[in-house]
């Protein structure tokens, strides 16, 4: 059991994966030394005035994951652009190049108050856990989408260590 923070999902979160994403990692075993800050707003974002990440995970031993959760129950791109749901409106930046602004505006952050977090890994993922995700692109690792039947089928501990795992020999081979 992992520790959230806030202890308890904010009654004003709209996302059903978000909820769905915030249940899990509370109540996986495998999760107890982790610490988990949920919906963290971020004042000094790296590309916009002020941002947020849906999760931030800290794994002992193996990194920091900033993760974002798109609760949608369809999705389509167009010309790069993404189309959640019945949104009519584009996200023209994607959901991994989302979590990868709020991983810099973290890490940079942290960093800055404290060089010892310098050597920490940090990476990004997104979960899809409503849909199965179709595509492909050279935008993201396929072991940073994590879509339907992973979520549904393996504890989330498992497939976060995983995501962290593969980028460690990603970082160490490049």
Known sequence: ?????????APDTLS???IEVFE????????ED??????????EHRTQL?????????????GVLCLEVKGC??????????????????????PFRQASEAMYSVKHYLEERD??????????????????????SVEWHDWQLIDRLPFKDIAISTLLTHVLACAHRFATNT
Do not use: C, Q
């Open 1 to 9: 059991m992992a520790r959230m923070i806030p202890p308890r999902i």
């Open 16 to 18: 059903p994966g978000e």
């Open 24 to 31: 899990r990692l509370r109540g996986d075993p495998a999760t």
């Open 34 to 43: 982790w610490i988990v800050l949920h919906s963290l707003d971020i004042a």
């Open 50 to 62: 002020a941002g947020e990440v849906d999760f931030v995970v800290i794994v002992p031993g193996h």
């Open 73 to 94: 129950r369809s999705l389509r791109r167009e010309n790069g652009d993404w189309y959640y749901g019945r949104e009519p409106k584009p996200d023209r930046r994607g």
């Open 115 to 136: 060089n010892r977090l310098r050597p920490l890994l940090y990476w990004t993922a997104v979960i899809f856990p409503f849909i199965d995700v179709p595509y492909e």
